[in-house]
Every structure is written in structure tokens, then in C-alpha cells.
């Protein structure tokens, strides 16, 4: 692997692409820390030393921002507002036909429908800053409570505004230039931009996260849990890997005086077809009791309940409810965006056959009956991986951060082994041997 990665540097417009993707990754961390005008960066830096993130929505997106949201950094929104606009157009095409006639146009649909994403994304940042800005003033972007340094209430001094308006046009254009930069990033460098600076972001928290652990749990438990993260690691690159292949035969047919048709190929099913969209969504369905009781009386019993249950992440309500959310979300998200009906129409077409069983609805059915069974290990997959920073928060006393586990080891094996695919064809198509030999 070593002598793949040298051989990458040694050729010029390659080791161009890699220095390049690098250089944005700097830059996208270095704004990062840069704070808001208006921030008290005394006061976020003593919340930020005084108490841990939690396991909401918010901690799930300060995990993607690479802990910018909770420094209100003016990259404090990251990628997310991207994200969550990419999920929404997608899920549009089921509803809304014109969006399905652009996304079967092709390049041209694309761009149209790419462009729809800049727009949304932009209205999302909006909305999102002003909602974060209105957290951080009433001191519950931390957590609040008792617990919180009484700093936490006091991170914007100045809540006028043209201050605030300041902060959200701050915002609004860092989440610009971090999408302009991922789409710099694919067009010009190596890999998927967005998914790129979303590993950047995950991975720049490993280092913390586990020496904190040894920190407070001592060294042999830090050591224990590298050796259970390694362990883990293996084990969600085994089942990323994975994939049903089912045969595809295409009938030999002459057009003029050649032969065409005749091969076989395979359409690949991977077990875990809706990556980590299931975890995002329940996380962020998880969160709307929380958020309802920050803005109702903080001693009324129901109020009190709902913060016992849905803050702390590791009530058993919370962790059943966020398994059968997780399966759940799964199937959905699966069914919208693969279309068996779809695809055998586009096997017939092309004079293609699933060996024993007929062309057209039989087909489908067949598509339909492999993808049921395949997406049920995959949501329980998901389920398990998303449990592990509980678990890890019960037994070592993590926070819901944890590296090795939910959404970050998700992404970081996933961008990482597309991003490897990518630099491993560039070497081939150079006639060097790659990283898997």
C-alpha cells in the first residue's frame, strides 16, 4: 500500500489531484475555527470545556461540522444543509413527476436538478442558522440545565439585530463556499467533494474523542477500545462490501452482418443499500420531542419527561424507539430509491433475462422478493452500528460522539473505500498495481 501511495504522488497530474483534494480539506478545516462575528469565543470555549455534547440532532450535526456548530464557527452549519437538500429533492422525484422526467433526461436533468439543491440548500442554511442563533442565545445549545457553565447563556452578547442578521448571513455563506468547495473538490481533485469533507469533519474528532477517553477512563481502556474500534472497522467494511449479485443473461441477436448480446453480467444489491440516510432520519425525528420542550415551561411532568427520555440518549425508550426507527427508515428509503418495476422494464428492454424468470412483471417480482430479504440484515446492521455509541456511552462513559460507532464509522469506512476505488483505477489505467492486490 506504501509503495501504491508513492507511485500515486510520482505521477504529475495525479499527485496534482491529491494535493489539490488536500489543500480544500486544510481550508475547510482552518474555517472551522474561525468564529462568528458576534461570538464570544471566551464563553463558547468554556462551554465547550464544561460539558459534553449530547446525542440529538445536534450532536449529530456538530459531529458532521467537525465541532463547528458548537464553536458557531462560520462553518458552524457544514455540509448538512447540503445534505438534507440532496435527501429532499430525492424524495421529491417520488411525488413531484417533473423532478422524475429531469432525473431520466440525463445530464442536462442532472445539472436542472442540481442547481434545485444549490437553492434549497441555501433557504435550509437560512433557516438553520437563525434557529441554532435563537438555541445559542437561550443557552440551550449546550445542553442548559443545571449543568451548563452559567457562560453558556451569555455566547452572543449582542443579540440586536444587525447582529444577528450579520451571523446569519455569516453562516449562510460559509455553508456556500463549503458546497462550492466540494463541488471543486469532485470536479477537480480525487473522490466525492461533499463526502470528503464529511470525512474530514468525522475524522478530525477521532483524535479527541479517544484521548478523552484515556483521559477519564484511563489508558488501558483507551487501548481496549482501539483494539474493539479495529475489530469493528473490519467488520462494517465486510458487510459495505457485501452484495447479492443476481444474474443478468442477454440474448445473442443480429444486427447486419455482427453478432451482439450473448454476455452475462449481474445486477449488484448491497446489503446495506441506504448507506447512513436511516440513522440521519431517525436521528432527526428522535430530536423534535426535545425541541418542543425547550420552548414550553421547563417544570411542567411532561416537559420534565420528554428531557429525561430524549436528551440524554440512553433512556431504553429512546434506544427501542431509535432501532425500530433505524429498520424502519431502512425499508423506506430503500423502496424510493430502487424501483424494481424500473429496472426490469430496463433489463427487457435491452433484450436481457434473469436466467428462470420470465421478462416483465415476473422479473420485478423477483427484484422485489430479493430486495426484501436483503434489507432486512441490512436494517438490523444499521440498527447495531447506530447502538454502539450507546453502548460505549453505558460501559466506558463516552460521549455520543464515539468514533467507532453509528454514523461516523459508517461514512469513514464508506468515503473511505470509494475514495481508494478511485485512486486505485487512476493507477491502473497507468498500468501501476493498486492498493488491493
Not at 456556500?176 to 470528503?196: A, D, H, K, P, Q
Not at 458487510?239 to 447479492?244: G, I, L
Request: net charge positive; glycine share 10%; hydrophobic share 50%.
Amino acid at each position: 500500500m506504501l509503495s501504491a501511495f508513492v507511485r500515486a504522488f510520482k505521477t504529475p497530474d495525479l499527485r496534482r489531484k491529491l494535493l489539490f483534494t488536500l489543500a480544500i480539506m486544510a481550508v475547510f478545516r482552518l474555517g472551522s475555527f474561525i468564529p462568528t462575528p458576534g461570538v464570544s469565543y471566551r464563553n463558547v470555549q468554556e462551554c465547550l470545556g464544561g460539558i459534553s455534547t449530547t446525542g440529538d440532532l445536534l450532536g449529530l450535526v456538530n459531529l458532521f461540522s467537525g465541532g463547528a456548530l458548537l464553536q458557531l464557527s462560520v462553518f458552524a452549519l457544514g455540509i448538512m444543509p447540503y445534505i438534507t437538500a440532496s435527501i429532499i429533492i430525492q424524495l421529491l422525484r417520488v411525488v413531484i413527476p417533473r423532478f422524475e422526467a429531469l432525473h431520466q433526461e440525463g445530464q442536462s436533468g442532472t445539472a436542472k436538478l442540481t442547481q434545485y439543491t444549490r437553492y434549497l440548500t441555501i433557504a435550509l442554511a437560512v433557516l438553520q442558522s437563525t434557529t441554532y442563533i435563537a438555541v445559542a442565545r437561550s443557552g440551550n445549545l449546550f445542553g442548559g440545565g443545571a449543568g451548563a457553565p452559567a457562560a453558556c447563556g451569555d455566547v452572543i452578547p449582542d443579540g440586536s439585530v444587525p447582529v444577528v442578521l450579520l451571523m446569519v448571513l455569516t453562516m449562510t455563506a460559509g455553508t456556500g463556499l463549503v458546497m462550492w468547495m466540494g463541488e471543486l473538490v469532485t470536479e477537480r481533485g480525487i473522490g466525492n467533494g461533499m463526502s470528503l469533507l464529511i470525512f474530514t469533519s468525522i475524522a478530525a474528532t477521532f483524535p479527541s474523542s479517544i484521548w478523552a477517553i484515556g483521559r477519564e477512563r484511563g489508558y488501558d481502556v483507551m487501548a481496549l477500545v482501539i483494539a474493539v474500534g479495529l475489530v469493528v472497522v473490519a467488520l462494517v467494511v465486510f458487510v459495505e462490501q457485501s452484495q447479492r449479485r443476481v444474474p443478468v443473461q442477454y440474448a445473442k441477436r443480429m444486427v447486419g452482418r455482427r453478432m451482439y448480446g450473448g454476455t452475462s453480467t449481474y445486477i449488484p444489491m448491497k446489503v446495506n443499500m441506504a448507506g447512513v440516510i436511516p440513522i440521519i432520519f431517525a436521528s432527526s425525528l428522535l430530536y423534535l420531542p426535545s425541541l418542543v420542550a425547550q420552548f414550553a415551561d421547563p417544570t411542567a411532568g411532561w416537559v420534565v419527561w420528554l428531557q429525561e427520555t430524549f436528551t440524554a440518549g440512553d433512556h431504553p425508550l429512546y434506544i427501542t424507539l431509535y432501532f425500530l426507527l433505524i429498520v424502519f427508515f431502512t425499508y423506506f428509503y430503500v423502496a424510493i430509491t430502487f424501483n424494481p418495476e424500473e429496472v426490469a422494464d430496463n433489463i427487457k428492454r435491452v433484450g436481457g433475462f434473469i436466467p428462470g424468470v420470465r421478462a416483465g412483471r415476473p422479473t420485478a417480482e423477483y427484484l422485489d422478493y430479493v430486495l426484501t430479504r436483503i434489507t432486512l440484515p441490512g436494517a438490523l446492521y444499521l440498527g447495531v452500528v447506530a447502538l454502539i455509541p450507546v453502548v460505549a456511552l453505558v460501559l466506558v462513559g463516552a460521549n455520543q460522539n464515539f468514533p467507532f460507532g453509528g454514523a461516523s464509522i459508517l461514512i469513514i469506512v464508506g468515503v473511505g473505500l470509494e475514495t481508494v476505488k478511485q485512486i486505485e483505477s487512476q493507477l491502473q489505467q497507468r498500468h501501476y498495481e493498486g492498493f488491493l492486490r
